[in-house]
């Protein structure tokens, strides 16, 4: 299994990136995707989710700004980040979860720094 995050760097504040995540080894279809963000000094925290619906759930922190979304015939996933902050800077990493068997897998994660 091999979840292969991408799209990080460095942008001012207001600027937008954009994340993508390529998923190989798993029933992609089958999985809900997630962006999780880890800031410095801080636990891991859940940005955002897309289930096999497409049904999608954000973080209080950034609705309105980011938008994940899938493509199933790519085995990907995207977060389009706009509207960045500075408190938006940490690793983010990509994680795909089956209901079917409870298992999760994580990807690398990717730096993301916005400066102020």
């Known amino acids: 299994v091999q979840l292969q995050a991408s799209g990080g760097g460095l942008v001012q504040t207001g600027g937008s990136l954009r994340l993508s995540c390529a998923a190989s080894?798993?029933?992609?279809?089958?999985?809900?995707m997630s962006w999780y963000c880890q800031a410095p000094g801080k636990q891991r925290e859940l940005v955002a989710n897309?289930?096999?619906?497409?049904?999608?759930n954000y973080a209080d922190s950034v609705k309105g700004r980011f938008a994940i979304s899938r493509d199933r015939a790519k085995n990907t996933v995207w977060l389009q980040m706009n509207s960045l902050k500075p408190e938006d800077t940490g690793v983010y990493y990509c994680r795909a979860y089956s209901p079917y068997t409870d298992r999760t897998f994580w990807g690398q994660g990717t730096q993301v720094t916005v400066s102020s």
């Open positions: 897309i289930i096999t619906s497409g049904h999608t």
């Open positions: 080894g798993i029933r992609f279809n089958l999985h809900a």
